[in-house]
């Protein structure tokens, strides 16, 4: 994010072979949510961390502890060297072997095929009136992810930009 805004949040990103560079509309969508969720005592999960852009993210923007989760070994390895390059801790792990803690916060920004599968075991890592962000989803498909996130969450008002859908909620 190129930016001559002192208030900006400066993220330095070599995505590797991950997915994020931080341009895709899903991506714009989540961070803008995390800037106003975000508080200094928040645990936060980033699942499906690609690039580590959400949880170096939500590092600089003052959460206490970050932790990030992918099914691709080279998402881990671009999450590491992207939070170095960023001077943030944040810990990052494969899907098969993170220590499951329900966080404050889950962010996540994939396919919503994913997301249908993955949506009890998100819901269950999502601290009771804790918040959650689902992102890498198309508008068609909004109606019938936030009914299924309905069972376990309070679901927000859709946000939408381009032909894309960030869903919120907080956890009942």
């Not at 998100?122 to 299924?148: D, F, P, T, W, Y």
Request: proline share 5%; charged share 15%.
């Amino acid at each position: 994010f190129p930016s001559h805004d002192t208030n900006a949040l400066n993220i330095v990103l070599d995505p590797g072979l991950a997915f994020g560079t931080g341009s895709h509309p899903t991506t714009h969508l989540c961070l803008a949510w995390l800037v106003g969720e975000i508080k200094p005592h928040h645990e936060v999960l980033d699942y499906g961390c690609g690039s580590g852009i959400l949880a170096i993210a939500a590092k600089k923007l003052g959460a206490k502890e970050v932790v990030g989760v992918d099914i691709d070994a080279q998402a881990i390895i671009a999450s590491q060297f992207n939070a170095e390059q960023n001077h943030v801790e944040a810990d990052f792990y494969m899907a098969t072997n993170y220590p499951e803690k329900p966080a404050d916060i889950v962010v996540v920004n994939i396919l919503s095929s994913a997301l249908m599968v993955l949506a009890p075991a998100l819901a269950h890592a999502c601290k009771s009136n804790g918040r959650i962000a689902l992102s890498g989803i198309l508008k068609e498909q909004a109606e019938q992810v936030s009914s299924m996130y309905a069972e376990w969450f309070h679901m927000d008002a859709p946000v939408f930009m381009d032909s894309w859908v960030l869903l919120s909620g907080t956890r009942k």
